[in-house]
């Protein structure tokens, strides 16, 4: 028997599901955090001196006072041992994108032949993983091999379970000994600093010396697929990397919009309920979900959280998903485009920033001066994006986000925001310095120039933008659902951070000692940056093609593919930006792009292996089965000389002499080597993702051909809509 009629009988013997989770004696919501080290629990179990110190240090993201680290260590042992946990680790965030964690146990033989339980502040602040095989892009080379993990105070403690044992998880930064940072984490609370200390400037004019910290926010709308697991053992290409490498359209695939907020079934309802409540037990507050366009395709959203947190969880919930999936007899693709001609997951990154005294600050507000420091943010954001969206380009660059971009369901490459017409109004009549609008009762007098009402929720929706203005935040559409958001925060954190040191600064210049030039000088840095950057605000339709020629026309860059967009992190300008905000030294930034064009070479790489040896072991041969059927019956019906039909016979042998040569094409590039790794990517783009695609033309077209019985490979159709 096939193993695609194995994977699909063995799925027609699945049990209606079973109640795992006994929610009518015990709510859910009542476990929220219950395995988190939180702020409260550290209010019952430390000592006040020090739970202040420590409430002080998160809140403000400032510096740890080390002598406290030896009695939280100990509380923080106490709790975890008093949930099951034996072991405790440094979690910590490669450049990989993965999560990475060092266990050890918290045993410590004393002489009398017994053993003790020990965890010493020591042991919370900083960790020693032999972590030397992460790549590095040549960090280490020039210093030191070893990274060390340094405790992250901001993010909490928890407590990861698994059936035999429970471990005490501590995210940390991942830093060499000259303190480079090797990880997700490090540049990310670097440029909420940076932020921060500009964002101060700006309420500091408008009068708010709080001097409270202003936090980047973010929520992760995750999209995913499901799939029976049954399938994947037969699927070489989904286990390898992460997506369908060959496969035909279905007949019915999503052109009757039916899956869409449709009905989700018992079995993946009963999913997504364990999935939450593992998700609230880590103090995750996921909140949203629902089916997606794509048949199989689902979404979960949390509530937003302050940046670093906010990546912590985005890194746990994609884990959680990948894990309850499996228990749950099902397999959770994060890919960006697991299926060809089917629409593809992102992970719409929701940003704003906000402090304890103003709340949001990309609110618009309900005075004269709440509106004009909403401005102030919102051009700081006009400004930014457009003088580097090659960065944001950049930072959502990867083998596998390529598929997605631009394939007609997700925005293309070029970045672009949409503000809504409302609040494209508003900026379009302070540019032309008009003083009225045309809504009624939005005429509003600041000083000389004037600045209408604004909306307080921009009623449209654009959903083909990249970047896009969501009411009381962006939205940044164009990260791929496989991605950590870490990049895109660390890129929009430091790019605001310098738009807004811009604007600050030519403020205090402007007001000088009176306060009372507050309003002019705003209107005329508003006019200012709309004038020389409004040209990246577009409220059209992305994804048509008239766009490509018209941002062409605005000089808005296109950075189509992965080569062409890392080169940008390494464009003097870019390292500058990021030198000067202290998030990533010019080394850093070089590491980043050594190690994403790396993954990137990697990932085709491995693509590409996988198709070769699919399309020679299992696609010829079943080509090869049918073809051996049809010449038998051929010379049969020859034999008995009754008319017969050879086309059939023919068009396989057609495609399968044109399979072998794609497939010698194919394999000539794979043993093709370069030294230089941008020269390998463009290999990979411009010869290596063709030839691939050429094999997946042939193969696809023989499963349109070769009969039912003799194909192995599970369907779209099958793996689509069989759950
Ligand atoms: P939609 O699908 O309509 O875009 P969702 O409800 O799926 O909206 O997701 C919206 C996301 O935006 C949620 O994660 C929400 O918490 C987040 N969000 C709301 N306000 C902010 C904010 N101030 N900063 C960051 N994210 C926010
Ligand atoms: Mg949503």
Same mark, same amino acid.
């Given at each position: ?50 739970? /202040? ?87 280490? &080379? ?50 909420? &600093? ?87 037990? $880590? ?135 949409? $503000? ?127 766009? &490509? ?49 790396? &993954? ?8 590409? /292996? ?49 399979? /072998? ?35 997946? /033309? ?26």
């Amino acid at each position: 028997m096939n193993g695609r009629v194995q994977a699909i009988s063995a799925i027609n013997k699945i049990k209606p599901t079973k109640t795992t989770i006994p929610y009518k004696k015990e709510n859910s919501l009542n476990q929220f955090g219950e395995n988190v080290f939180s702020m409260s629990v550290m209010m019952k179990r430390l000592p006040k001196d020090i739970y /202040k110190s420590l409430k002080k240090t998160v809140d403000n993201y400032s510096t740890l006072d080390a002598s406290v680290a030896d009695v939280v260590a100990n509380a923080m042992k106490d709790w975890a041992m008093s949930k099951g946990a034996s072991h405790y680790a440094h979690v910590f965030f490669p450049l990989t994108g993965a999560t990475a964690e060092k266990h050890d146990s918290f045993l410590a033989p004393d002489l009398a032949g017994s053993a003790i339980a020990e965890f010493s502040g020591k042991t919370l602040i900083q960790g020693e993983p032999d972590a030397s095989s992460f790549p590095s892009g040549g960090l280490r &080379q020039t210093f030191e091999a070893r990274g060390y993990t340094a405790w992250d105070v901001t993010s909490p403690a928890y407590i990861m379970e698994s059936p035999n044992g429970a471990t005490l998880c501590i995210p940390t930064a991942f830093l060499s000994w000259t303190g480079e940072a090797l990880d997700k984490k490090t540049p990310i609370l670097r440029s909420m &600093q940076a932020l921060n200390t500009q964002a101060q400037r700006i309420l500091n004019l408008f009068g708010d010396n709080s001097g409270k910290m202003v936090a980047a926010t973010c929520g992760a709308e995750q999209e995913y697929f499901l799939i029976d697991k049954n399938f994947v053992p037969f699927r070489p290409d989904i286990q390898a990397t992460g997506r369908t490498l060959f496969g035909a359209p279905t007949p019915k695939g999503q052109q009757f919009d039916d899956h869409y907020f449709g009905a989700i079934t018992d079995r993946v309802l009963a999913f997504m309920f364990e999935v939450e409540r593992e998700l609230y037990r $880590l103090g995750i507050p996921v909140k949203t979900r629902h089916n997606e366009v794509a048949p199989g395709q689902f979404e979960l959203a949390p509530v937003f959280e302050t940046a670093n947190l906010a990546t912590d969880h985005q890194q746990l919930i994609m884990a959680t998903l990948k894990k309850v999936a499996k228990k749950h007899g099902m397999e959770c693709l994060l890919h960006e485009k697991p299926f060809a001609g089917i629409n593809g997951s992102g992970k719409h990154c929701n940003y704003s920033f906000g402090n304890a005294s103003q709340g949001n600050l990309l609110d618009p507000g309900e005075t004269p001066n709440e509106n004009a420091q909403f401005l102030v943010f919102c051009a700081a954001i006009i400004r930014g994006v457009h003088k580097y969206s090659k960065v944001l380009r950049a930072v959502i660059a990867s083998a596998g986000n390529d598929h997605r971009l631009g394939a007609n369901e997700a925005p293309p490459a070029i970045i672009s925001i949409f $503000l809504g017409d409302q609040l494209s109004e508003v900026f379009e009549h302070i540019k032309n310095g008009e003083a009225t609008c045309s809504t009624e009762a939005c005429m509003m007098k600041i000083g000389v120039d004037s600045l209408p009402d604004l909306p307080k929720d921009a009623g449209d929706r654009n959903r083909t933008s990249p970047f896009a203005f969501t009411g009381n935040r962006f939205e940044f559409r164009a990260v791929g659902s496989d991605q950590s958001v870490s990049g895109p925060l660390v890129a929009m954190n430091t790019i605001f951070a310098d738009s807004i040191d811009y604007i600050a600064t030519k403020l205090e210049n402007a007001i000088g000692d009176d306060p009372s030039k507050l309003l002019d000088a705003v209107s005329d840095v508003v006019k200012k940056i709309i004038n020389d950057h409004g040209s990246i605000i577009f409220n059209g339709d992305n994804y048509a093609d008239a766009w &490509q020629e018209e941002a062409a026309k605005r000089g808005l860059p296109n950075l189509k593919t992965t080569p062409e967009a890392l080169p940008m992190l390494i464009e003097d300008d870019v390292i500058e930006l990021f030198s000067k905000y202290k998030v990533l030294s010019k080394e850093e930034m070089h590491s980043r792009y050594e190690i994403y064009l790396e &993954q990137y070479n990697l990932k085709v790489d491995v693509e590409a /292996k996988t198709v070769a040896e699919m399309a020679n072991t299992i696609i010829y041969p079943a080509a090869m089965r049918y073809q051996n059927e049809l010449a038998e019956s051929c010379l049969k019906m020859k034999e008995l000389g009754i008319d017969y039909d050879k086309s059939a016979l023919k068009e396989v042998a057609g495609l399968s002499l044109d399979l /072998k040569a794609a497939i010698k094409t194919l394999e000539d590039l794979i043993t093709h080597e370069s030294d230089d790794a941008l020269d390998e990517a463009i290999t990979c783009c411009e010869q290596t993702l063709p030839a691939m695609l050429n094999i997946r /033309k042939i193969a696809d077209k023989l499963e349109g051909i070769v009969a039912d019985d003799l194909w192995p490979l599970p369907t779209y159709q099958e793996m689509l809509f069989i759950r």
